[in-house]
């Protein structure tokens, strides 16, 4: 580990009540933790709350159901949960990074743009300084990421807080 690792991230609490039953009710659940990375950058990895072992996000029996990975989330030891994509189900997310800022709320425009414009289920990152959109839709080619932004409709999974984005304020320019 390199001196300038930086300090552990700190979570936002998952709200249960705030994520949709929509995404609830599909077996595609996992638990995740922080892991820090050879190049010292903290990761996000998923598990399986029932083997405790890691998740694959093109293994469907590394998935769980939404009350099982719940209740593990609240035992303790996983930083969250979240949600795998497969192309069996009808959801596409959208991640938009570094466009909020935690303290005041206030959002880059383009980042407002693409939420006003998407529509759907939009909810605060784990470290409340991104968003995660998930709409229903399949993307038109591969997913990626394009410098703040990254889609994915399969093979990916996302970390889900249940921080439901309100109004979202735009940074002045």
């Known amino acids: 580990m390199s001196a300038k690792t930086a300090e552990r991230p700190q979570a936002l609490q998952v709200r249960e009540r705030g994520i949709p039953d929509g995404l609830k009710i599909r077996p595609q659940w996992v638990n995740w ?95 409340g300084a991104g968003f995660h959109i998930l709409a229903r839709g399949e993307l038109q080619g591969r997913g990626g990421k394009r410098g703040s932004i990254e889609m994915y409709d399969m093979k990916r999974f996302f970390t889900v807080t249940g921080h439901v984005a309100g109004v979202v304020e735009v940074r002045a320019a």
Request: charged share 25%; aromatic share 14%; glycine share 10%.
């Open 33 to 127: 933790r922080y892991a820090l990375n050879e190049t010292g950058k903290w990761t996000k990895h998923p598990y399986n709350p029932r083997t405790g072992r890691k998740a694959s996000s093109t293994d469907l029996m590394t998935w769980s159901n939404f009350d099982t990975v719940f209740e593990a989330y609240e035992a303790g030891g996983y930083d969250g949960i979240g949600f795998m994509f497969s192309s069996g189900d009808p959801y596409t997310g959208v991640d938009l990074d570094g466009c909020r800022d935690p303290k005041s709320g206030e959002v880059e425009p383009w980042a407002a743009e693409i939420v006003r414009d998407l529509d759907s289920f939009t909810e605060l990152s784990p470290s």
